[in-house]
């Protein structure tokens, strides 16, 4: 829980009102960012735009296994969220490029410190499956 | 996308081959634990868990929202991939709790980074799901 910003009070002795996110509470803005931000199809959006900008097409490619549908969802969303850019370019034919804005960029970042460590860790988990799996099993 | 091993060969001559973690390959092991771990009941249940053990219900109110149905399925697969310890305890009335292993609790602390950027922006947020709302509506 983070108190994002406080109003200051007018009349001495007031309260101070503090605006509070909290993603455990389940009305939060917070917590359908986070939503957003941590869906699969979301993080894997995010991480892949570090590496630059996208056109669409190029960034369903390096998201192996997302469908046309949802990664158009995803991303409208990101951008709703103002943490992706979608860019019309003047080209012929016209091009759509999507890129991170700098908050974007900021939460990709940590997003990316996370896959990092979730991939440097596949084979503790790799082998707690397994031995969950026999032990289960036998029950 | 992490090399998270390598075996070393047993002729000098011969390639060293290279097990790699990619979440970006839809059948990778990391893509299925980043997806258990970033499921919004993932992350609010292992973040909440940061904080100590917990009952099964408790764990339950303080994760706003979830279904007993949702928390177990959850609980069941973060314990199979090893970041989730369910330990029954020898009372009377039995009980069972819930408590991070150290790989859990080493992801914990990576997503609880991520929930404090999150909340603390959520006003950009907000701002530019307004900013977003109002111009869309208007096309």
């Given amino acids: 829980m ?6 200051p009070s007018e009349t001495p002795g007031d309260e101070v009102e503090a605006v509070v996110a909290d993603v455990f509470a389940r ?10 931000v941590t869906g699969k199809w979301g993080v894997l959006a995010l991480v892949a735009l ?3 900008a996208y056109r669409f097409n190029a960034l369903r490619r390096r998201v192996d296994g997302v469908s046309e549908k949802m990664l158009a969802q995803t991303l409208q969303t990101l951008e709703r969220d103002g943490l992706v850019r979608r860019e019309v370019l003047a080209t012929i034919p016209a091009r759509v490029e999507y890129t991170l804005t700098p908050l974007g960029a900021e939460i990709a970042d940590q997003l990316f410190v996370l896959v990092e460590l979730l991939e440097a860790r596949v084979p503790q988990v790799v082998e707690s499956q397994a031995h969950y799996d026999a032990t289960h099993a036998k029950r």
């Fill in 2 to 7: 983070v108190a994002v910003s406080a109003l």
């Fill in 27 to 36: 009305g939060c803005t917070s917590r359908r960012t986070m939503e957003n």
């Fill in 50 to 52: 570090r590496e630059g």
